[in-house]
Nanobody
Framework: QVQLVESGGGLVQAGGSLRLSCAAS????????MGWFRQAPGKEREFVATISGTGVTTYYADSVKGRSIISRDNAKNTVYLQMNSLKPEDAAVYYC??????????????????WGQGTQVTVSS
C-alpha cells in the first residue's frame, strides 16, 4: 500500500506560480511512475503530467506544456509539479497518483493504483 499526500496548493493570481509536492510513504518510490491529475468543478478529472520512476521520461498535457515541470526526488520520496504562468482555467483540485513502473507509462487515470487526497489550486484573474 502506498500513501500519497499532496501539499502546496493555494490561491495565486493569474500569471503567478505554484509548486505542488506529493510525498509517498513507500521506500520503493523509484519503482513507481508518478502522475499529476486535476479536476475542476463540474468537469472530469484530467491528466496533467507524468514522470517515470527514474525521472528520465516525462509527459505533459498540451494545456500545461511549456508552463509546468514535473520532477521527483527519489531520496525524499517526493514528486513535484512546478506550475508557472498560471491561468484561471488551471484552477482545480490537483491529485498525485502512483503506478508501478514496470507496467509502463500511462496518461490514463484508471491505470494508476494509488491516489492522494488532492490539493486545491485557485487562480484569481
Amino acid at each position: 500500500q502506498v500513501q500519497l499526500v499532496e501539499s502546496g496548493g493555494g490561491l495565486v493570481q493569474a500569471g503567478g506560480s505554484l509548486r505542488l509536492s506529493c510525498a509517498a510513504s513507500t521506500r520503493a518510490f523509484s519503482r513507481y511512475n508518478m502522475g499529476w491529475f486535476r479536476q475542476a468543478p463540474g468537469k472530469e478529472r484530467e491528466f496533467v503530467a507524468t514522470i517515470s520512476g527514474t525521472g528520465v521520461t516525462t509527459y505533459y498535457a498540451d494545456s500545461v506544456k511549456g508552463r509546468s515541470i514535473i520532477s521527483r526526488d527519489n531520496a525524499k520520496n517526493t514528486v513535484y509539479l512546478q506550475m508557472n504562468s498560471l491561468k484561471p482555467e488551471d484552477a482545480a483540485v490537483y491529485y498525485c497518483a502512483a503506478r508501478v513502473a514496470g507496467l509502463g507509462t500511462s496518461l490514463k487515470e484508471y491505470d494508476y493504483f494509488y491516489w492522494g487526497q488532492g490539493t486545491q489550486v485557485t487562480v484569481s484573474s
